[in-house]
């Protein structure tokens, strides 16, 4: 488990050896994970100088709750092991925080020689069971870099001819073994072999990943999770070689570091510092580009916005259409032509520019080469886009289509609970531009959310049963009153295509739910041949508009769009009080702006912590929100899964903002009611 927010292992980078930072094996597992990102690896073991500023959320942990998680998994798992194994060590007595970790390496490494040699006397039998050792430290060097660790379990079994079998296992609170799991296997079995000395040609290293639908009924090794190895070995090898890809990230200095931006950064700890950084620079970053794009377009001499902006003409915002297929034309016509010609960005180069030229009117709207628009205009060149048409199209055969302006939009949103894998909350509205009325809006929140697999999965399906029964109340009530109760079309619109994949997995493990049939048709299980039967709004307006902020997730959308102003979050409870959404899930949902002062050229500079003594001019979206969900702990608050928790410090405030309506006063819980409430207004949005 990585514990290196809240737990014992260090994260490296504050014990150098020869110049390198000492890594964790869970820093670069957490590096896998998000997905080899090189700033999340400079971060995380190198420069400490930008760690010096005052940053209110970055370079902390992103939630308690998954760090208690796995904590609470670790548990479980091993007081089920070690009741059915032959022998039971725990040296967490070990633990590096209390002695050092050459003392602890040294204790866990005779610990763990001395079973071996036991086993290699011990006979096999056909019900073997094994030695296992808990919260085992290590340490080493791989290729150029020291590195240490905790591996969470380890067994040990005696074989034929007198070998012993060593697994070493990694214990997770996810439901599918993931490669970043894998390596920190691999880590730990080749810091263990270079110790085995004498002992290595009699002991047989294997790894295995351990977690919630790990089958533990028997301890036969046989049985036990188990992974192939070697090609985890060689991958670790040529990752802390000398050649390897972490030494060319630690030879670079920080601001020359690429970086992608996108929905992975909603979930690291250090997506305020490299979004702020990327402002502050103008870094061509901030468009969401890939490392390899922003690679070849620093070969053209293209690192910051201007840059780019500067490399074409751009008509005016109002007189921009998508169905404009001209080229732009150039000013700087050599290295646009270069660019134009390039087989990685040639092909979207007007994309990137007219995206550039928004981006900076954002940021320096006084730049020569910013467009100075408000709102989201569109971007020339994309198309009539994928959202389907409110009526049939003329001369078509009238027959088997709605009336005209007679499609029912069903807008949905879907919460997903990444820690329990159900769906928490559903919501809906359902309209039509023929219908008179309000739009009809149904939210449902799950009953509980329990531990154990099968009864969350029983609750996961009474909620989605009784939302797809009000939703097709609610359907076949405006298909009547518009006239078409029989040929009504319906379509579904999401924000994100992830809250499609969600719903659509649910449907797939509800298989006895009665609509299912009905909403396998409309998510696109069984897709028609011309047209899907739902929209992921978040694509088209990616694609298709022109966005002044890094982040694409829903709040900085209607930032950017004008539709919503901040009353339209004030809401009416069922006992007639008012609330503000706004502030009851403002922490980690809302509070997404930094404040900024200019700089005498217009450039932006953030006010970091409590300096009450700058002038603020305005705020910018600093924090990743590329998605529209809402953070867990709410829900889990509600449903009381907060209330016995025993944390202190950061982690207890943490949790606490989550869990009432009006922190720090604390006078009314979060409860379903605004949950619900939440719901139907990010419906309304889309």
Same mark, same amino acid.
């Given at each position: 488990?990585?514990?290196?927010?809240?737990?014992?292992?260090?994260?490296?980078?504050?014990?150098?050896?020869?110049?390198?930072?000492?890594?964790?094996?869970?820093?670069?597992?957490?590096?896998?994970?998000?997905?080899?990102?090189?700033?999340?690896?400079?971060?995380?073991?190198?420069?400490?100088?930008?760690?010096?500023?005052?940053?209110?959320?970055? &370079?902390?942990?992103?939630?308690? /709750?998954?760090?208690?998680?796995?904590?609470? #998994?670790?548990?479980?798992?091993?007081?089920?092991?070690?009741?059915?194994?032959?022998?039971?060590?725990?040296?967490?007595?070990?633990?590096?925080?209390?002695?050092?970790?050459?003392?602890?390496?040294?204790?866990?490494?005779?610990?763990?020689?001395?079973?071996?040699?036991?086993?290699?006397?011990?006979?096999?039998?056909?019900?073997?069971?094994?030695?296992?050792?808990?919260?085992?430290?290590?340490?080493?060097?791989?290729?150029?870099?020291?590195?240490?660790?905790?591996?969470?379990? @380890?067994?040990?079994?005696?074989?034929?001819?007198?070998?012993?079998?060593?697994?070493?296992?990694?214990?997770?609170?996810?439901?599918?073994?993931?490669?970043?799991?894998?390596?920190?296997?691999?880590?730990?079995?080749?810091?263990?072999?270079?110790?085995?000395?004498?002992?290595?040609?009699?002991?047989?290293?294997?790894?295995?990943? @351990?977690?919630?639908?790990?089958? #533990?009924?028997?301890?036969?090794?046989?049985?036990?999770?188990?992974?192939?190895?070697?090609?985890?070995?060689?991958?670790?090898?040529?990752?802390?070689?000398?050649? +390897?890809? #972490?030494?060319?990230?630690? *030879?670079?200095?920080?601001?020359?570091?690429?970086? *992608?931006?996108?929905?992975?950064?909603?979930?690291?700890?250090?997506?305020?510092?490299?979004?702020?950084?990327?402002?502050?620079?103008?870094?061509?970053?901030?468009?969401?580009?890939?490392?390899?794009?922003?690679?070849?377009?620093?070969?053209?001499?293209?690192?910051?916005?201007?840059?780019?902006?500067?490399?074409?003409?751009?008509?005016?915002?109002?007189?921009?259409?998508?169905?404009?297929?001209?080229?732009?034309?150039?000013?700087?016509?050599?290295?646009?032509?270069?660019?134009?010609?390039?087989?990685?960005?040639?092909?979207?180069?007007?994309?990137?520019?007219?995206?550039? *030229?928004?981006?900076?009117?954002?940021?320096?709207?006084?730049?020569?080469?910013?467009?100075? !628009?408000?709102?989201?205009?569109?971007?020339? +060149?994309?198309?009539? +886009?994928?959202?389907?048409?409110?009526?049939?199209?003329?001369?078509?055969?009238?027959?088997?289509?709605?009336?005209?302006?007679?499609?029912?939009?069903?807008?949905?949103?879907?919460?997903?609970?990444?820690?329990?894998?159900?769906?928490?909350?559903?919501?809906?509205?359902?309209?039509?531009?023929?219908?008179?009325?309000?739009?009809?809006?149904?939210?449902?929140?799950?009953?509980?959310?329990?531990?154990?697999?099968?009864?969350? $999965?029983?609750?996961?399906?009474?909620?989605?049963?009784?939302?797809?029964?009000?939703?097709?109340?609610?359907?076949?009530?405006?298909?009547?009153?518009?006239?078409?109760?029989?040929?009504?079309?319906?379509? /579904?619109? &999401?924000?994100?295509?992830?809250?499609?994949?969600?719903?659509?997995?649910?449907?797939?493990?509800?298989?006895?739910?009665?609509?299912?049939?009905?909403?396998?048709?409309?998510?696109?299980?069984?897709?028609?041949?011309? *047209?899907?039967?739902?929209?992921?709004?978040?694509?088209?307006?990616?694609?298709?508009?022109?966005?002044?902020?890094?982040?694409?997730?829903?709040?900085?959308?209607?930032?950017?769009?004008?539709?919503?102003?901040?009353?339209? %979050?004030?809401?009416?409870?069922?006992?007639?009080?008012?609330?503000?959404?706004?502030?009851?899930?403002?922490?980690?949902?809302?509070?997404? !702006?930094?404040?900024?002062?200019?700089?005498?050229?217009?450039?932006?500079?953030?006010?970091?912590?409590?300096?009450?003594?700058?002038?603020?001019?305005?705020?910018?979206?600093?924090?990743?929100?590329?998605?529209?969900?809402?953070?867990?702990?709410?829900?889990?608050?509600?449903?009381?899964?907060?209330?016995?928790?025993?944390?202190?410090?950061?982690?207890?405030?943490?949790?606490?903002?989550?869990? %009432?309506?009006?922190?720090?006063?604390?006078?009314?819980?979060?409860?379903?009611?605004? $949950?619900?409430?939440?719901?139907?207004?990010?419906?309304?949005?889309?």
């Amino acid at each position: 488990m990585s514990d290196d927010n809240f737990g014992s292992e260090s994260s490296g980078g504050d014990n150098q050896t020869g110049g390198l930072p000492v890594m964790s094996a869970s820093g670069i597992a957490e590096y896998i994970r998000f997905n080899c990102c090189p700033r999340f690896f400079k971060l995380k073991f190198g420069d400490t100088e930008i760690k010096k500023r005052k940053w209110p959320k970055a &370079f902390k942990p992103i939630s308690p /709750l998954l760090y208690g998680a796995g904590k609470a #998994l670790e548990e479980e798992k091993i007081s089920e092991l070690k009741e059915k194994a032959a022998g039971y060590l725990d040296l967490s007595e070990t633990d590096p925080r209390y002695m050092n970790w050459n003392a602890a390496w040294k204790n866990s490494l005779n610990t763990l020689r001395e079973v071996i040699e036991n086993q290699f006397s011990a006979k096999e039998l056909l019900d073997c069971k094994p030695i296992l050792l808990y919260q085992v430290p290590m340490k080493g060097q791989i290729g150029v870099w020291d590195v240490r660790g905790i591996a969470d379990l @380890i067994g040990v079994w005696p074989c034929e001819g007198g070998k012993v079998k060593v697994r070493i296992f990694e214990l997770k609170a996810s439901w599918k073994e993931q490669t970043a799991h894998r390596i920190q296997v691999a880590i730990y079995v080749l810091l263990l072999s270079q110790e085995l000395g004498s002992l290595s040609s009699k002991v047989e290293l294997e790894g295995g990943v @351990i977690n919630k639908e790990s089958d #533990l009924e028997t301890l036969d090794s046989d049985r036990l999770p188990k992974f192939k190895l070697r090609p985890l070995i060689m991958d670790v090898e040529r990752l802390f070689s000398f050649e +390897g890809e #972490l030494n060319r990230i630690h *030879q670079k200095p920080l601001p020359d570091v690429e970086y *992608q931006l996108c929905w992975r950064c909603d979930n690291c700890g250090f997506n305020e510092c490299c979004i702020v950084s990327a402002v502050e620079s103008e870094s061509v970053a901030l468009l969401n580009l890939t490392r390899g794009e922003q690679n070849v377009l620093r070969s053209y001499g293209i690192k910051c916005l201007e840059d780019l902006a500067r490399l074409k003409t751009l008509p005016h915002a109002d007189s921009l259409r998508p169905y404009d297929f001209g080229t732009l034309p150039a000013r700087d016509v050599e290295k646009a032509g270069l660019l134009a010609t390039d087989p990685v960005v040639g092909s979207k180069l007007d994309w990137l520019v007219q995206r550039a *030229q928004f981006m900076l009117g954002g940021i320096r709207p006084n730049s020569p080469f910013a467009s100075k !628009s408000r709102r989201m205009p569109w971007l020339t +060149g994309t198309g009539y +886009g994928s959202l389907p048409e409110d009526s049939a199209s003329f001369g078509a055969d009238s027959a088997l289509l709605s009336n005209p302006d007679g499609m029912i939009r069903v807008y949905l949103f879907v919460e997903w609970d990444y820690m329990l894998d159900v769906i928490s909350m559903i919501s809906a509205r359902v309209s039509c531009t023929r219908y008179r009325g309000e739009s009809l809006g149904v939210s449902r929140i799950i009953g509980c959310l329990p531990d154990e697999r099968e009864a969350c $999965l029983d609750e996961e399906k009474k909620l989605l049963e009784s939302f797809f029964l009000e939703v097709t109340q609610a359907i076949t009530k405006i298909a009547t009153e518009v006239g078409s109760p029989d040929e009504a079309t319906v379509h /579904l619109y &999401f924000f994100s295509r992830r809250e499609r994949d969600v719903l659509m997995d649910a449907v797939r493990r509800q298989p006895s739910l009665i609509s299912a049939r009905a909403v396998r048709d409309l998510l696109g299980l069984r897709q028609a041949i011309d *047209q899907p039967m739902f929209s992921i709004v978040q694509d088209e307006i990616v694609h298709r508009k022109a966005l002044r902020f890094p982040s694409s997730g829903l709040l900085p959308i209607l930032d950017q769009s004008g539709f919503f102003d901040n009353n339209t %979050w004030i809401v009416k409870r069922r006992d007639g009080s008012l609330v503000d959404l706004r502030r009851v899930f403002h922490d980690g949902f809302f509070n997404y !702006s930094l404040p900024y002062r200019r700089a005498s050229d217009g450039s932006i500079s953030f006010i970091l912590g409590f300096d009450r003594a700058s002038k603020k001019e305005g705020y910018y979206p600093v924090r990743a929100r590329f998605g529209n969900q809402i953070p867990i702990e709410y829900l889990w608050a509600a449903k009381g899964r907060l209330d016995n928790r025993d944390e202190k410090g950061p982690a207890k405030i943490f949790l606490e903002k989550r869990m %009432w309506c009006d922190y720090p006063q604390k006078n009314r819980r979060i409860t379903d009611e605004e $949950l619900t409430l939440m719901g139907l207004k990010l419906c309304l949005a889309l």
